[in-house]
């Protein structure tokens, strides 16, 4: 049986997960982001205790389909900015209906009603939060962010940045910057 869990967002939530669903005595087969895979079908009683579990955590099961679909958007897009060594260097609607095997007009709607914002703005605000970190760490030039994060130019970049943060990237790297968002609050 498949679970699909809201805010799992990095290797952690995984391992969070999973330690909550064994101590309620589940056996999970896969954890991934997203999604749990169970060795069984649990009872309306099993989600229940799952669900409070989970809660205390801040995750949340998901039994809508379309919100499902949205986290599934969600959780594809984080893997690609946060976790994807590669630069991206890749066509996010080609990339989303291959990930989720569906057309990406129906994603887009989907996604759209769920969030109240589109695919494209969520993807900008994880590549703006994927700078921030960068930035942080102030390993790569503003130069080699803009590359990596897949930006036509740093002048591109800045003025996304500028747009999303209020401020520069300069700016931020000099410390009068709003903090950085967890990856479940982008």
Known sequence: MKLH?????????????????EKLGFKPLLVELGEVTLAKNITPE???RISF???HFGFELLEDKKTQIA?????????????TREPLKINLSAYLSDQLKQEYAGLSGIFSEV????????FIAQ???????MLTYGELTLSEIAYQLNYSSVAHLSAQFK???GITPSAYKAGSADSRKTLDEV
Do not use: S
């Open 5 to 21: 869990i809201k805010n799992m967002v990095c290797n952690r939530c995984k391992m969070v997960v999973k330690a909550e669903l």
């Open 46 to 48: 099993d989600k229940i």
């Open 53 to 55: 579990g989970l809660n």
């Open 71 to 83: 986290e599934q958007v969600k959780t594809a897009i984080v893997n690609l900015v946060h976790y």
């Open 115 to 122: 969030e109240n914002q589109t695919i494209e703005k969520y």
């Open 127 to 133: 590549k703006i939060e994927k700078a921030k970190e």
């Open 163 to 165: 747009k999303v943060t």
